[in-house]
């Protein structure tokens, strides 16, 4: 079997056992195989890289690797100029849509909550999600590295956290969202864009308190469901401000 050095940088590191952090190390590999094959044989999904250097120079990750190669790893720069050098991956998707694995319920509402289209059910399965992802050019969001490892998926995240909240931060931070932040603009039931409703037109479908207290509101063009900036949402925004 052939070997090649490597190096992993920054948060992939993360994905890897201690003894591989953050220093080169020796990995074996079959003749033949791509530098994508081999990157994930360590268990880093290749929607977590965006730089591949061989050798010193920029590869994609169709290149084969050679015995001896050494192959340094960079995680995907959110706002570090690399210039002319070859990305491995396609350029950002210009509009930050989102499609989420079935265990991220509790996530999918809170980035609705501020706005962000996602897409969520329960009974999409792996190449359903895959499928939604490249037809749709939605980003992945998910905990499982295997099904991030699938090559139709372009453009992914790894969660970190199994905390909702957290992994809501993870994902304002790694894409950049915190000027995308539109409160209160999606039904968090069907990712609908919510419409402006008077307080009259709303009467009956919110609890009387409520009518006495807010003017404004919104619903829900598919459900019906009414929101209004109650106390859960200034739990939500105090959370932000003192974390991003
Ligand atoms: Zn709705």
Redesign the pocket.
Known sequence: MASATLRFYEELNDFLPSGRRKKEFPARFHEGDTVKALIESLGVPHTEVDLILVNGRSVSFAHQVQHGDRITVYPVFESIEIGSITRVRPEALRSTRFVLDVHLGRLAKLLRMLGFDCLYSNSYDDSCLSRISRTERRIVLSRDRELLKRSIITHGYCLRSDKAMDQLLEVLQRFDLREKIRPFSR?L??N?ILKDADGVSVADSVPEYVARTYDHYKS?P??G?VYWRGSHWEKMRRMLDANL
Request: proline share 0%; aromatic share 0%.
């Open positions: 039904c039931r069907c609908s829900c598919d459900c469901r």
